[in-house]
């Protein structure tokens, strides 16, 4: 026990003589640097339009094709499934009466062209990979 | 939780970087004193305590003020430092302990109060050297931070009694590296 008191005063002795090591200048600095390094590349991307805008885009979209396939006098019915013995076949009869305006398919064309083209531009510019 | 912690930590999470670097120059020392006298190594030394500092920020969030938040910070430093040994696949060192009985305490004690204060820095960082890790972390917390065994506990994740026992193991062989540095002009 006298020992163990002897021990504790010997270290508690020699410490009080030690002291701390500093790092090297411009360490608070550089950790400080690094945090904003890392807050600016864990910002969260978000897409250049609202989702809204998607969802009316696509109800744009069916909304444009029902209109051009009731302009063109399709009438379509369950029974027409039985009336016609493949798919293919049924599909077949579709297009012979399916007399899509030119103009609509320059516009579904484009439509589709700059929807597809607007994903890939996002998904690149946000891609998690990318932006590592 | 310590008073002085409480501003700095709600500044901190809304995004002041001022506050964090007054945060980062209040436990710098420290923990890179930690990190120095484990890993031995300067430049790695200052690369863990800078990891720590980053941990610390990500994680500020989820610090519940359960214990102080120096307790907090240190013990990811000495997580740190130890994932940092497991990577580096450092040999564990084992200095082994001598029955403090033979060794003459009273008379070692009398010689360390003869020592200039750096002859004494010099003494303690060439012991540290032949310590482990964990003892080297050990002495550091419980005689510069004067943390208490629950608080070490905390920290080194130990129960209290380990702690307790851990203590007494590490003053033990730092006592013996002690005689061998010290002997024969000085004792």
Redesign the interface.
Known sequence: MK??K???????????????????LG??????Q???E?SLHSLKPSPLLPKPFFYGLGLLLVALITLVILESGIAFSVSDLTQFGTASEWLANLSKGFALPEVWGYILFATGIMVCAQAAIITKRYSPKLVQ | MEPRDQPNIAAILAGDTKAFSVLVDSYKNMVFTVALRMLEHREEAEEVAQDTFIKVFRSLSKFKGDAKLSTWIYRIAYNTCLDRLKKNKREEKNVAIEDIGTLNLKQMNDAVDLLERSERSLLIQKCMQQLSPKDAALLTLFYFEEKNLKELAVVLKMSESSVKVGLFRARSRLAKLLKQYMEPEML
């Open positions: 020992d163990n002897e021990l504790e005063k010997l270290v508690k002795n020699l410490f009080e003589g030690d002291q701390l090591d500093c790092p090297p360490f608070t600095e550089k950790v400080v690094k945090i904003q890392e």
